[in-house]
Structures are given as structure tokens and as C-alpha cells.
């Protein structure tokens, strides 16, 4: 039977059995005390070098939670531990629960104990544990909801970076605070409490809304050539492979097409109406057993399972699968596919095929996307190509003024302060605005963007009193009366709907014609995600009409680049180029306002740097060169074009200790040819890190053609893609018609040769290939380090290019 107790002081004891019993323990916490983390540390480490799966999440509601348990807890080894914080923005911030799974037994402890020494010891506290013998609904749901919380957008990941600015803000905000500033010991703790706000919050969701529409079965034009790419994916032995596909072309009915020629196929989500919505599609065309795994509801026997990331990644739950259990596994919103909870899953299954789906390429938070999928881009179609085939619905964009002066507003690093925003955003005088310039351009069912709950019911009740019907769907709007919502729009009953970032994935209206933005953009990503909503093809419907509210926010000269139809860019650095059935319009005021945010945007170098910093922070150490690549929102390329490297950015910057700035200012001539190599081919890189694989003291040693030729050989036969990018062209051989003869022959006449030049830094006879200049024994590993990293890097960033463009 199940049991529960309720415990008044002394839960340590409770906490450090279910520790030592567990395979996952999730904490929350809403302040973190040095001395109760000391009390569970040997615990946590223990259970970690036993492969348990921790996680942690505290706030810094008040700054209460002091650095030193932040810095104790990162001094925890292992990759399957996970510390977060939750930024409060001034709002309470008071869960606390100790979650613990093993198999199908859990155990939940929920009351008023935070993680202190006195709370865990000799507090007054009441708390319940919960000891199930079996898992059940409401463990999964516990489970679920720690997940969604612990990854929310309102967390940041705690590593050595993020701890110094803390630190920095805690210490200011007890100075300014004497009055809350408390001494805090192993014997005297004063645990602070304050009342928790009344609020029901829902999680974010919206239940098969696309039940309304009548759905094609048979394959589009997108989807024919989309299969066709990935049937010559699997001819050329590929298992992984992503396509590209504007919203609104049918990604997931292109997967439910594809996936025919499998029997057990795994769809992985991250919310609960895109895998219920993706189940009724693959129904349509696969004649399959089909089950959800997520949350409450885990299916283990059906052909066709779709599954939530978050409830997939559980340790528990992901090894009730065998690694080979699915032949093909599909991930929906590709590009959230390297944040860690993806990453388990894509580490943990070996499938036959691995397809990865998303509409938007680019990189979100900074994470190497492509690299998942061996760099292999089947096919790729964004939304501005598909409105030029016909595909899509084309679009009448009016660029308005923003009166907002964001210069004023605190940004916090990823978005604007939403109570500094708020102030701005709920007055009646602008609500007018919004209104007067909605009423000149819309046509007859909008859905409008916001930046926060409380915007979207203000201009709900704004422009109900003028007489329009709507309404706002949020976070907090329960199910039913989101789809009574959708289905209203799609009749006329309603002319607009009022929401905030419900609709950037999963879920389509494609009745709506008109898009009205009144938030800045904080995204490239989310705009393009949010513009898609307009886009799908309807009766009726000849356009979209885009009324976007622009102001002297982050991204506002930047985000239009997403309208660019060609690579020429913009006309007159403003006005993007778009297809002929387009349109593009901005108030004179708007133009003014974009060529002086160009003219007063921070140069070059200063946003290197920004960006630079950001990356630094995020992992908690000065980041490589393909590291700042990766997670960096700037074009890499721009070190080399404003600094002429990476390192030469690193000397301006005084980011090199003493000793790398010695070995940078001595070999800058070498350090720089290699920034600045050209790369055709990715010949040249993979020489040099045959050189650089054999040491920081070995590496400089002359070598011979027919020395390099087994492992030049064996590098583009270990991975599909690069074979298949530098050893396509119909003039070149096919790499396996090489012999060894063949390979040196290449080697000597391509990259070796080309490697020479005037500087003389390489040298080559003909027979013998090496470095031509010599090395201090002390400086060695620096620079073996310096150019190493300069190597990963341009081969990182050369195949990503070519794999982009690659066409077969």
C-alpha cells in the first residue's frame, strides 16, 4: 500500500534514505542554504557516481539564496547533474519538494522545508512524504510539471559565470537591504516565509484544435520533393538527416509519409497538443497501434508511440526501451534538439533512421543543431521560397511606429523587464494607437502577439469596449474555451485573438489573414515561428496582412532580414527584398527610426564582444573558438573580418593570461595564416589535424603523403556527409575508387601544395610536408592549443556551410 507521513522537524533523515534508494532526484527549492546542501552533499555525490539523474532548482526571489551553496553544488561531478535557477523578476518564488524515483516506486516529499541546515534539522516545519509503491497518476503529473518548471524560460543555467553575477547582485541587494540582511550559520538559521499569491497557473497547452480542419492525405508538392530527398538520403547509406520546411508545408504529415516504410516509430515532442495532433495525422496514413508517453498516459506497446521529451528523458522511463527498440525516430521542433533533455534521448537510441523536423534552421540558444544530424540537410525550403512557388499565402507587411523608448527598459540578457515593459504597455493612449492602426490595416481574423498575460487581457477589455469581439488565450485560459476560441475565430464570432507565444509551434488557424505584433522582438527564431501562423493557404484567403509595431528595441533593424527573398539583401540597407506577390510598407517615421538604430548600433567589435560575453557566461568559462560559434548569435566570421582571428580578439579584449598573450605576439604570423586559409575543400584543415593529433610536442615533425594518406582516407569515410560534400563533383573520383597510391597522390598535388606560400611557414619538397619554424619547449602547448582550435573550427564551420548549400 501507499503511505503517507507527515514529518515536522528532522527530514534529513527522510531526504538522505530516499537519496541513497533513488536513480532520479529532482529538488526544488526556493532558496538554497550552504549549510543544508553540506548536510545532503556526500549523498548527492554518491548517488551520482552511481548514475543517478539530479536536479536541482532554487530562485533568487530576494537574493536569499547564498552564493556558497550555488558554488558547493557545482562542485558535484557528474554529467547527469543539473543545477538551475529561477529568475523571480520580483515575484515569489516559494515551491519546495524533494522528488525520488526508482523503477516504479516514488516518493514525494511537499511542505515548508527549503534546502538549510535548520529546516532539514530542528526547524518547525510540517511536510508529507508520500512513499508510492507503484507509479501513478499523480507521480507522473509531479514528475511533468518539475520538468516543465526546471526548464522554464524564467531558468538559467547556474555554472561558474553565472555565479559571479549573482554574486555581484546578491551582495548590492543586501547592502541597499540592510533590514532583510540576515547572519547565517550552522547553528542559527532565521528561515524566511512569505505569503504565497492565490494563483492557478495551467500549463501551457492547447488540445487537438486541428480536428476542425479537413486535412489532404496525399503527399503535397513539398512533401513529394522532401521524400524523394530523403529516399536518396537512405540510398546513400545515411541514418540521419533533417529537413528544413516552412511553417504551414506539413512537416508532420511529410514524417507520417516517410515513416510508412518502418514498423516502430517513435515521435518525440516537447508539448502535449503537437504529439496528440501529430498522432491523429500518422493514424491517416499509417495503419498502426498508436499511443501517447507522456506524463500520465505511457504507452510501451503500441507501433507508433509519441512521446513527451520531458517524460522520455526520465531515466526510469527511457530505459523501458532497449537502445534499438525504434526503427525510426522522429523529433518534431528540430531545433530545440540540443538542449539536454534531447540529447539524452538522441545519446541513449540507436535507430535506423534518425529525422529531424523544424521550420526554422537557425541555432536557439546558440546549439549546434546541425551536427546532430551528421550534418546532413535532406531538404530545405524556408517560408519566402514557398510564397514565391505558390505554396504559401504571400504577404502585405506594414511596418508602424512603437513609441516605446526601450533604451529606458532593463534588458535582462534574453528579454525585457516585463514589469519596466508593463508600464509602458497598459495605458489607454496606447491601446488607441494600437487599435486606430489594427482598424486601417486588418482583414477579417487576427491573432496578435504579446508580451505577457497582463498586455493580451488589457487590450482583450480594450477592444471589447470599442466593440470588437475577442478574446486572449494564455497560460492561464483553460482548454475548453481555447478551442471554443479557435472555432469561433475560424465562424466570425470572433475577430481577434489576444495571445502570448501559444501559437509559435505545433498549432495552426490557417483562416487567420491577419498578424498583429505588440511586443518587441526579443527572437529571430519565435518571429519567424509566429509569422508562419498567417501563411497556411485558405479558401478565400488571397494574403496575410503583418502589422508590426516598431520600435528602438533590440532586433528591430536585424529581424527583417527574415523577409529577404535573395541574397542581395536590402534595398537601400532598410527595406528587405521579398517576392513580387509581397509587399513591404513602413510609416516614414519607421525608416527614420531604422537608419538611426543603424547608425547608433554598436560597432562591430563592441557587439563581438557582447556576444562573446554572453557565451562566456552561459557556460561558465572562456568558450573555444567553435564553442563561441555554436552558442554565439553573431556570425562567427566577423572575429576574423574585425579582428583577423579569434585570438587577435581575445589579445584586444585582454581575455589571454600572460603567458598566451607571449605565445599569440610571437607566432601571430602562423596563427593568423591559419584564420585566413582559404577552404575550397576541407583538405587543407584535415592535414593540419592530422599534424595537430599527434601532440603538442610531435606536431611540428615532417611527414609524407603516403604517411597521411590512411587517416585523410579513413576521415571522410567515417562520416556520410563529408564524403559526400567534398567528393560529389563529377569531375572527382568517388573517394572509395582511391587506392593508397591514389590518396598521396591527391594529398601531395591539393592540400599540400596549396598549404605553401610566400610567408614560408610551410614547407614542402615534393616528398616531405611540415611546419617550418621553430618553437619555444615551454610555449608548445599553447600554441598546439591555439592553432587546434582555430582547426576545429574552420572544419566545423566549413562542412555546416557546404552542408547548407549542398544540393545532390
Known amino acids: 500500500m501507499n503511505e503517507i507521513t507527515l514529518h515536522t522537524n528532522n527530514l534529513i533523515e527522510q531526504i538522505r534514505e530516499s537519496v541513497r534508494s533513488s536513480t532520479t532526484i529532482y529538488i526544488v527549492s526556493s532558496f538554497l542554504m550552504h549549510s543544508g546542501v553540506k548536510l545532503l552533499y556526500t549523498e548527492l555525490q554518491r548517488a551520482l557516481n552511481h548514475g543517478a539523474d539530479i536536479k536541482i532548482l532554487t530562485g533568487d526571489y530576494l537574493y536569499i539564496t547564498q552564493p556558497e551553496a550555488l558554488k558547493l553544488l557545482l562542485q558535484l561531478h557528474s554529467e547527469n547533474f543539473e543545477l538551475r535557477m529561477w529568475q523571480s523578476d520580483g515575484i515569489a518564488f516559494h515551491p519546495k519538494s524533494y522528488i525520488f524515483k526508482h523503477r516504479d516506486k516514488g516518493t514525494f516529499i511537499v511542505g515548508s522545508s527549503n534546502l538549510s541546515r535548520s529546516a532539514l534539522t530542528t526547524g518547525v516545519e510540517w511536510n508529507v512524504r ?159 497501434k498508436s499511443g ?205 485573438i489576444f495571445t502570448v507565444d501559444l501559437f509559435n509551434e505545433g498549432v495552426d488557424i490557417p483562416s487567420v489573414d491577419t498578424l498583429l505584433f505588440v511586443r518587441p522582438t526579443e527572437s529571430l527564431v519565435v518571429f519567424t515561428q509566429q509569422i508562419g501562423r498567417g501563411l497556411r493557404q485558405y479558401a478565400g484567403k488571397e494574403k496575410c496582412v503583418i502589422i508590426d509595431l516598431i520600435g528602438n528595441y533590440r532586433h528591430a533593424d536585424t529581424k527583417l532580414r527574415v523577409f529577404n527573398h535573395t541574397t542581395a539583401g536590402t534595398a537601400n540597407g532598410i527595406i528587405p527584398r521579398v517576392p513580387e506577390t509581397c509587399e513591404i510598407n513602413f510609416e516614414t517615421k519607421v525608416i527614420d527610426l531604422l537608419k538611426e538604430l543603424r547608425r547608433k548600433r554598436s560597432s562591430r567589435k563592441e557587439r563581438m564582444y557582447t556576444d562573446f560575453m554572453m557565451v562566456k557566461n552561459k557556460l561558465g568559462k572562456r568558450p573555444s573558438y567553435r564553442e563561441v560559434h555554436l552558442y554565439g548569435h553573431e556570425q562567427s ?58 601532440g603538442p610536442k610531435k606536431w611540428r615533425k615532417r611527414v609524407t603523403p603516403e604517411e597521411v594518406a590512411p587517416y585523410f582516407h579513413q576521415f571522410y569515410m567515417d562520416k556520410e556527409y563529408r564524403k559526400r560534400i567534398d567528393f560529389s563533383n563529377k569531375n572527382t573520383k568517388r573517394l572509395w575508387e582511391y587506392d593508397e597510391k591514389d590518396v598521396a597522390q591527391l594529398i601531395s598535388t591539393m592540400p599540400m601544395e596549396k598549404w605553401v606560400g610566400k610567408d614560408n611557414l610551410i614547407y614542402f619538397d615534393g616528398t616531405e610536408f611540415g611546419i617550418n619554424f621553430t618553437v619555444d619547449a615551454k610555449d608548445e602547448e599553447i600554441l598546439h592549443q591555439m592553432t587546434t582550435q582555430i582547426c576545429e573550427y574552420k572544419l566545423k564551420h566549413y562542412f555546416e556551410r557546404k552542408g547548407h548549400t549542398f544540393k545532390s
Open 130 to 288: 508520500i512513499n508510492l509503491k507503484e507509479e501513478t497518476e499523480l507521480f507522473a503529473n509531479v514528475l511533468d510539471e518539475f520538468i516543465k518548471l526546471f526548464y522554464a524560460k524564467e531558468t538559467i543555467e547556474i555554472n561558474n559565470e553565472s555565479i559571479k553575477k549573482y554574486e555581484q547582485t546578491y551582495e548590492t541587494f543586501h547592502i541597499n537591504n540592510p533590514e532583510l540582511h540576515k547572519t547565517w550559520s550552522k547553528q542559527e538559521e532565521i528561515e524566511l516565509t512569505f505569503p504565497v499569491e492565490n494563483e492557478s497557473v495551467t500549463e501551457h497547452e492547447q488540445k487537438e484544435t486541428a480536428e476542425i480542419y479537413d486535412v489532404e492525405i496525399e503527399p503535397r508538392k513539398a512533401q513529394k520533393e522532401a521524400l524523394q530527398a530523403l529516399d536518396e538520403v537512405i540510398a546513400e547509406e545515411y541514418n540521419k538527416a533533417m529537413v528544413v520546411m516552412a511553417t504551414g508545408l506539413g512537416k508532420t504529415y511529410l514524417a507520417a509519409f516517410f515513416a510508412k516504410q518502418y514498423d516502430k516509430i517513435l515521435f518525440i515532442a516537447h508539448r502535449e497538443e503537437i504529439l496528440k495532433q501529430a498522432e491523429r495525422s500518422f493514424r491517416k496514413i499509417n495503419n498502426k
Open 292 to 496: 501517447l508517453f507522456y506524463g500520465r498516459e505511457k504507452n510501451t506497446e503500441a507501433k507508433m508511440l509519441f512521446a513527451s521529451v520531458f517524460t522520455l528523458s526520465i531515466h526510469d522511463n527511457m530505459q523501458q526501451f532497449s537502445k534499438d527498440y525504434f526503427d525510426l525516430i522522429v523529433i518534431d521542433e528540430f531545433h530545440h534538439a540540443a538542449a539536454k533533455t534531447y540529447r539524452k534521448i538522441i545519446d541513449y537510441f540507436e535507430p535506423k533512421f534518425l529525422l529531424g523536423l523544424t521550420a526554422t534552421p537557425e541555432r536557439t540558444d546558440g546549439q549546434d543543431v546541425f551536427a546532430l544530424c551528421d550534418g546532413n540537410v535532406a531538404y530545405e525550403i524556408t517560408f519566402i521560397e514557398a510564397i514565391r512557388r505558390g505554396w504559401l499565402a504571400p504577404f502585405v507587411y506594414y511596418g508602424v511606429k512603437d513609441d516605446i523608448d526601450y533604451t529606458q527598459i532593463r534588458w535582462l540578457g534574453h528579454r525585457y523587464d516585463k514589469q519596466q515593459l508593463l508600464v509602458e504597455q497598459l495605458n489607454e493612449k496606447r491601446a488607441a494607437y494600437v487599435f486606430k492602426k489594427w482598424k486601417q490595416y486588418k482583414q477579417t481574423r487576427t491573432l496578435a502577439f504579446c508580451s505577457s498575460i497582463e498586455q493580451a487581457e488589457f487590450l482583450e477589455k480594450f477592444f471589447k469596449e470599442q466593440g470588437i469581439e475577442c478574446v486572449s488565450l494564455t497560460s492561464k485560459t483553460d482548454d475548453r474555451t481555447r478551442k471554443e476560441s479557435i472555432i469561433k475565430l475560424e465562424t466570425l464570432e470572433l475577430e481577434v
Open 637 to 694: 566570421r566577423e572575429y576574423r573580418q574585425a579582428f583577423g582571428g579569434y585570438f587577435a580578439f581575445l589579445h584586444y579584449y585582454d581575455e589571454l593570461s600572460t603567458h598566451e598573450k607571449e605565445v599569440f605576439e610571437k607566432h601571430h604570423d602562423w596563427l593568423s595564416k591559419v584564420e585566413k586559409e582559404l577552404m575550397t575543400k576541407s583538405y587543407k584543415m584535415v592535414v593540419l589535424q592530422y599534424l595537430l593529433d599527434k
